[in-house]
């Protein structure tokens, strides 16, 4: 059913009839030109396809490890940023600029890519998450559960959009996610080869006044 027009015949669907009513910058149950109405819905429905279509393209990687360490030496070490190229396989240098902002530089499927990051949560000994601000969209979080006094389950998710032919080829693979599993492995050796000598480095700390 709907609503007829300048008596030409022309059906309005219901919504539309809404839309006069409640369109902002116009006085409730005002009169509008149907082409501004349609060319509004058609924007509204423009947007909403552009944020799902993003959110198909981003995809998601969730690995977990267990570490031999207590949960307060294994969120310590993982805070020394700057140490991620020693485990993190591609990683060619990580910088803290802030106590809330990285600059991150690896090579990714044979491409060196750049980007900024800000930590937008840290609970300490619990949880960091972060996203991309410029370069390489991405975001993630990690995640620290004790299991036991001496023992860590960490928790890695990170969702990635997929830039080039190659990487949507590897990941539909999976390579990426093998990556990322590599990398916690190294970290559980690395870690359990630090000890309990492992350092710290709060989001508050500023390594430039270290």
Same mark, same amino acid.
């Given at each position: 059913?709907?609503?007829?027009?300048?008596?030409?015949?022309?059906?309005?669907?219901?919504?539309?009839?809404?839309?006069?009513?409640?369109?902002?910058?116009?006085?409730?149950?005002?009169?509008?030109? /149907?082409?501004?109405?349609?060319?509004?819905?058609?924007?509204?429905?423009? @947007?909403? @396809?552009?944020?799902?279509?993003?959110?198909?393209?981003?995809?998601?990687?969730?690995?977990?490890?267990?570490?031999?360490?207590?949960?307060?030496?294994?969120?310590?070490?993982?805070?020394?940023?700057?140490?991620?190229?020693?485990?993190?396989?591609?990683?060619?240098?990580?910088?803290?600029? $802030?106590?809330?902002?990285?600059?991150?530089?690896? =090579?990714?499927?044979?491409?060196?890519?750049?980007?900024?990051?800000?930590?937008? =949560?840290?609970?300490?000994?619990?949880?960091?998450?972060?996203?991309?601000?410029?370069?390489?969209?991405?975001?993630? $979080?990690?995640?620290?559960?004790?299991?036991? @006094?001496?023992?860590?389950?960490?928790?890695?998710?990170? $969702?990635? =959009?997929?830039?080039?032919?190659?990487?949507?080829?590897?990941?539909?693979?999976?390579?990426?996610?093998?990556?990322?599993?590599?990398?916690?492995?190294?970290?559980?050796?690395?870690?359990?080869?630090?000890?309990?000598?492992?350092?710290?480095?709060?989001?508050?700390?500023? /390594?430039?006044?270290?």
């Amino acid at each position: 059913m709907g609503n007829r027009i300048g008596g030409v015949g022309a059906a309005v669907p219901d919504d539309h009839r809404l839309y006069t009513k409640v369109g902002g910058g116009h006085g409730a149950g005002a009169k509008r030109n /149907p082409a501004e109405i349609s060319r509004e819905m058609a924007e509204k429905a423009a @947007s909403k @396809s552009g944020e799902v279509t993003r959110r198909i393209r981003m995809e998601n990687v969730q690995k977990s490890i267990e570490v031999n360490v207590p949960v307060d030496v294994a969120y310590n070490q993982w805070t020394h940023f700057e140490e991620f190229p020693k485990f993190m396989q591609g990683v060619q240098e990580v910088r803290q600029l $802030s106590p809330t902002r990285l600059y991150w530089r690896a =090579e990714i499927f044979g491409k060196e890519k750049e980007w900024d990051a800000e930590i937008y =949560e840290q609970i300490p000994e619990q949880r960091i998450s972060w996203r991309s601000t410029g370069g390489a969209p991405n975001t993630g $979080s990690v995640q620290f559960d004790p299991v036991g @006094s001496d023992r860590t389950r960490i928790s890695l998710s990170i $969702s990635y =959009e997929p830039q080039t032919g190659l990487e949507k080829i590897g990941d539909a693979l999976g390579i990426l996610g093998f990556r990322i599993q590599g990398d916690l492995d190294r970290f559980k050796q690395y870690i359990e080869k630090q000890g309990v000598t492992a350092g710290h480095a709060e989001v508050g700390d500023d /390594p430039m006044n270290q």
